[in-house]
């Protein structure tokens, strides 16, 4: 149900898919995140309360009619924000496949959304973060990307992990990746040791 008040919209939405301030709370410390893309966003604001520049993209009805109350998302956001400066918020209503006026950020962020790494690395800096699930394979096609380090996952209470990155991405038996298969499906495979969200360096 739609809400009269947007922001008890995205609490609605922040109850079905769980607060996920802290993951990115912890991602923008460790790595010294101040500006990110969120390709694929909807209505998850959380990133803007712990970084300071965000630009959202999404082509969903729901999501570019959520966004058009940008001037109450960001009094909200600078009302319970972690950072001093106002925030810098701007959403951009179309696919994310298509060209993107922005200028390179330190975090992409993907989340059930595709193939958003791919996508849009070219917005993002060398030496940047993606921060991305395998829900869809995105974190998979970024593990055989070459223009991709895998550095690590992100462990129970948010914690990032980066020991034994050899055991993840391997499947059963140590059978190969058919990446065919991950981009006609859009799932990642199932191995043998997963974890919720993995980081990627852009390494060139
Ligand atoms: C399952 S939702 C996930 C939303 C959010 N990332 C989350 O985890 O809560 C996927 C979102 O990605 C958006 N999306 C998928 N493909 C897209 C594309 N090519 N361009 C723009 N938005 C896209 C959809 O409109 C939808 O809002």
Same mark, same amino acid.
């Given at each position: 149900?739609?809400?009269?008040?947007?922001?008890?919209?995205?609490?609605?939405?922040?109850?079905? %898919?769980?607060?996920?301030? &802290?993951?990115?709370?912890?991602?923008? $410390? !460790? /790595?010294?995140? =101040?500006?990110?893309?969120?390709?694929?966003?909807?209505?998850?604001?959380?990133?803007?309360?712990?970084?300071?520049?965000?630009?959202?993209?999404?082509?969903?009805?729901?999501?570019?009619?959520?966004?058009?109350?940008?001037?109450?998302?960001?009094?909200?956001?600078?009302?319970?924000?972690?950072?001093?400066?106002?925030?810098?918020?701007?959403?951009?209503?179309?696919?994310?496949?298509?060209?993107?006026?922005?200028?390179?950020?330190?975090?992409? %962020?993907?989340?059930?959304? &595709?193939?958003?790494?791919?996508?849009? $690395? !070219? /917005?993002?800096? =060398?030496?940047?973060?993606?921060?991305?699930?395998?829900?869809?394979?995105?974190?998979?096609?970024?593990?055989?990307?070459?223009?991709?380090?895998?550095?690590?996952?992100?462990?129970?209470?948010?914690?990032?992990?980066?020991?034994?990155?050899?055991?993840?991405?391997?499947?059963?038996?140590?059978?190969?990746?058919?990446?065919?298969?991950?981009?006609?499906?859009?799932?990642?495979?199932?191995?043998?040791?997963?974890?919720?969200?993995?980081?990627?360096?852009?390494?060139?």
């Amino acid at each position: 149900m739609k809400k009269e008040n947007i922001i008890e919209e995205y609490f609605e939405y922040r109850d079905k %898919i769980g607060d996920r301030t &802290g993951l990115y709370r912890m991602v923008a $410390k !460790k /790595y010294s995140i =101040t500006s990110a893309l969120y390709p694929g966003s909807h209505i998850d604001i959380a990133p803007s309360l712990v970084i300071p520049q965000v630009r959202y993209v999404d082509n969903f009805r729901g999501a570019i009619k959520f966004f058009t109350n940008i001037d109450k998302i960001k009094k909200h956001i600078d009302e319970n924000s972690e950072y001093e400066e106002a925030c810098d918020i701007a959403f951009i209503g179309q696919d994310y496949t298509g060209e993107l006026n922005i200028a390179p950020v330190d975090l992409i %962020i993907s989340q059930f959304a &595709g193939f958003v790494g791919q996508a849009t $690395k !070219k /917005y993002l800096k =060398t030496g940047g973060i993606l921060l991305c699930n395998d829900s869809h394979g995105d974190a998979t096609l970024a593990k055989f990307d070459q223009d991709f380090a895998f550095i690590g996952v992100v462990g129970t209470h948010h914690r990032i992990i980066n020991t034994k990155l050899n055991d993840y991405f391997v499947l059963p038996r140590n059978k190969e990746v058919d990446l065919t298969k991950v981009k006609e499906k859009m799932k990642g495979p199932t191995y043998a040791l997963t974890a919720e969200n993995y980081i990627f360096r852009k390494i060139r």
